[in-house]
């Protein structure tokens, strides 16, 4: 390695633009406020641009001698830096170190790359927001601890990124902090996402007291040092983190908190709550993948949450009005693909979905920015309709990122999803039944998002407002190259995502398959989705009456579905009332108003009553001072003239004399 | 000098009015209701320990208890200007010398 990378200065970069534009943003004009806004993570691109050719120098010069095809390296280790020790307690080293890899490579380039393009389209979405400063200052602040989350070296170091992203998303779902549904969303998202992070805790402290490190490399080498690691332990360790990441993730039981994180500034749903944040606990399962690779029960487990939640949100975002949410509920979806990609061990393929994921989500997201915009803030697609004339870009960018979220050949999706779906149907009889729920969500994906995409874009407009906004460039240029990538970010193919990822997260295991397999499968990938599609074109460009029917055929399965399963309420009534009733009555009336409060009621009153006693002698009278005063010099004149043994001894002889007569 | 302080005069007869002196500033000071009657009170008290230092000086024939007196004199000369000073403007600002009205500081 030639020199320092410096790293430091990916997160540091954008943590400046926080630091200006949060004390200083209201006193500085616009144009200043957006130029630091937008020149922090670009210099964060630029400066992971650098460590990948860093990277992509030094792996060669690895590979070089011991591996003849130049393949995967048996064993890779990571680019670190160090900036000291952090904790020092006893055998307790932890440094603050960042490490690079191919795995934080990606993740990097994603986050730096794709946030700095929603950056550029906040600038046209946010324009006449108040609170535009305060808005930049946030969203760097939230790369910031993004990137201190990926290239974090060792598990604390990910914690600080981690709980720093919550605040960050926290802070910007509540950005219209005025809106009390927008206070009360950012207030869901943090505490349901402090239950994931106990997980996540105590998957730390078990980290410590079995390996005494949470050096990622440290745990993998003391994991491959000792072949008797497995299960018991390392499994309690792995659920534990997968409860950190199902809460960041929104995957199955945690996921409620997204669908209400939409309340927040449109490019913040594109940039948090689709391409970056939430895509945490897939990386922090990447990263720690040692740990399930040794515990094939919590492998399993991470594949049935991630099916399940792939099923589940896929039927909750079929009767979803609101475009965001029924983004919403596919980004959980599409989470539970990436969790399910994980939990066959094919971790590439879950990156690899993640990765395209992330550009074709971010531009949905955007484009329904864009949408929601020109129409004046309305975000009900029955409201909407014929877009495509009056949006042309967005109606092509956003065809595309239809096309790529339903796994249409060629589009990015498809790749990704397929090399998913593929790792999961080698994975024996179990792994089929993965399968078919894949499938099933993928036929189900690909018919909500084009049910949006009829309702938004075609057929007849329905929306009362006949006035359209321009779309700024600012807010096209970013989703015209998201699209581009949605269009082409699949064509590397996964076997050279793998290879490249190889070195940090190992080669996939040599599967049972054949290339005729795949073809298969791909096939049946390709035509559910276009079934999809047909069923969708049925029920929402032919005949607009059709849905109403079947809602009104089986009530109690629509109203189900649209209030998605009822699962808030069930949480509310299981958790939330009782809680509350909990702590309203038995430790607000009863510890604190009667336990506690009686308690401070009995020291305030002894301490008043004794003070109406002693105030007694603060009299204000000058004389009697001074004759307590003289009272005092005389009782100490009595006690030091008198000679008080010689007193008592005669006084006990006399009583003796007396006794005696 | 020691035909006026004579010795046929006991040390304690001194100590005697000395203390006698002391007691009476004592119960002035703290029955007397008008300022300046507190005032020579204290005066008074003053003068008793003055009188047990000379008494004391010459019994032990050390200079130190008188030169002590000297700088009791001298501080309660100071102290008469001060405390006079005060009890006019008291008088002026509350038009009364009574100790027990001037109780501005209490609760």
Redesign the interface.
């Known amino acids: 390695m030639n020199g320092p990378l410096h790293l430091w200065l990916i997160p540091l970069l954008p943590f400046a633009g926080f630091l200006i534009n949060g004390v200083l943003g209201r006193r500085l004009p616009k144009w200043l406020v957006t130029t630091v806004a937008l020149l922090a993570p670009l210099a964060a691109f630029a400066v992971v641009l650098y460590a990948a050719a860093g990277v992509y120098i030094f792996t060669h010069i690895q590979c070089a001698p011991g591996c003849p095809a130049c393949g995967p390296c048996p064993i890779f280790h990571p680019y670190v830096e160090t900036f000291g020790h952090w904790l020092n307690i006893g055998p307790l080293h932890i440094d603050f170190s960042f490490a690079l890899d191919q795995l934080s490579l990606v993740m990097l380039l994603i986050v730096t790359g794709v946030g700095f393009l929603i950056h550029i389209y906040s600038v046209g979405y946010m324009h006449d927001e108040d609170g535009y400063a305060r808005y930049f200052s946030y969203l760097n602040l939230f790369l910031f601890f993004m990137t201190v989350l990926v290239l974090a070296g060792n598990a604390l170091v990910m914690f600080v990124g981690w709980e720093g992203v919550g605040l960050a998303s926290y802070l910007l779902i509540g950005f219209y902090f005025k809106k009390n549904s927008a206070a009360d969303a950012g207030k869901k998202a943090f505490i349901v996402n402090r239950i994931g992070d106990f997980g996540f805790l105590i998957g730390m402290f078990l980290l410590l007291a079995n390996f005494g490190t949470l050096t990622f490399t440290e745990i993998a080498t003391k994991l491959g040092q000792d072949p008797g690691w497995n299960g018991g332990v390392v499994t309690v360790i792995a659920l534990c983190l997968l409860l950190g990441a199902t809460g960041k993730s929104a995957q199955l039981p945690l996921y409620i908190w997204l669908p209400d994180a939409m309340e927040g500034p449109t490019p913040v749903s594109a940039l948090i709550h689709a391409a970056t944040m939430v895509t945490a606990g897939v990386y922090m399962i990447a990263r720690t993948h040692v740990l399930f690779d040794h515990s094939p029960f919590a492998l399993g487990v991470v594949a049935v949450v991630g099916a399940a939640t792939a099923l589940f949100a896929a039927t909750m975002a079929l009767v979803q009005n609101d475009i965001k949410r029924v983004l919403a509920y596919s980004t959980i979806s599409q989470l539970g693909y990436m969790f399910l990609g994980c939990g066959v061990a094919a971790y590439s393929a879950g990156i690899f979905h993640l990765v395209t994921h992330a550009f074709f989500k971010a531009l949905l997201f955007l484009a329904a920015g864009s949408v929601i915009h020109a129409i004046g803030g309305e975000q009900d697609l029955r409201k909407m309709g014929g877009l495509w004339k009056t949006l042309p870009v967005t109606f092509a960018v956003t065809t595309a990122g239809v096309l790529a979220i339903a796994g249409i050949f060629p589009f990015a999706g498809f790749f990704s999803k397929d090399a998913i779906l593929y790792a999961a149907y080698v994975q024996g009889t179990s792994g089929r039944i993965l399968w078919f729920v894949g499938l099933v969500t993928a036929l189900l994906t690909s018919f909500y998002m084009f049910r949006l995409w009829y309702l938004a874009f075609l057929g007849k407009s329905r929306g009362e407002n006949e006035h359209h906004h321009a779309t700024p460039w600012s807010m096209l240029v970013p989703i015209v190259i998201l699209g581009l990538l949605s269009i082409c970010g699949g064509w590397i193919g996964i076997e050279r995502f793998a290879a490249f990822l190889a070195p940090s997260i190992g080669a996939r295991t040599a599967e049972a398959g054949s290339p005729s397999l795949e073809l298969i499968l791909s096939i049946a990938a390709v035509g559910v989705a276009l079934l999809g599609w047909f069923v969708a074109y049925l029920f929402y460009k032919q005949g607009s009456e059709r849905p109403a029917k079947l809602a009104a055929d089986f009530p109690g399965g629509y109203k189900l579905l649209a209030n998605k399963y009822y699962v808030d309420e069930f949480y509310g009534a299981a958790l939330v009332q009782p809680l509350l009733l909990t702590s309203r009555y038995i430790l607000g009336g009863f510890v604190d108003k009667g336990v506690l409060g009686g308690a401070a009621w009995l020291l305030g009153g002894t301490a008043k009553f004794s003070g109406a006693l002693l ?1 007694q002698w ?6 009697s001072y ?2 307590w005063l ?1 009272a005092g010099a005389a009782a100490v004149l009595l006690f030091v003239v008198v000679p008080w043994p010689a007193v008592l001894a005669s006084l006990t002889a006399f009583h003796f004399g007396v006794a005696g007569h | 000098m020691n035909a006026f302080l004579s010795q046929n005069v006991p040390l304690s007869w001194y100590l005697l009015l000395s203390a006698v002196l002391f007691s009476l500033g004592v119960v002035g000071f703290l029955i007397k209701r008008n300022l300046i009657t507190v005032f020579m009170s204290i005066e008074l008290m003053l003068n008793a320990v003055n009188l047990s230092f000379v008494t004391f000086a010459h019994q032990w024939h050390a200079v130190k208890g008188q030169i002590f007196v000297f700088f009791v004199m001298m501080v309660a000369a100071a102290e008469a200007a001060v405390g006079l000073a005060i009890i006019i403007a008291v008088f002026r600002a509350r038009a009364t010398l009574a100790v027990d009205r001037i109780d501005l500081m209490k609760l």
């Not at chain 1, 603060?618 to 004389?623: A, M, P, T």
């Open positions: 105030q603060q009299s204000g009278n000058l004389r001074a004759a003289a």
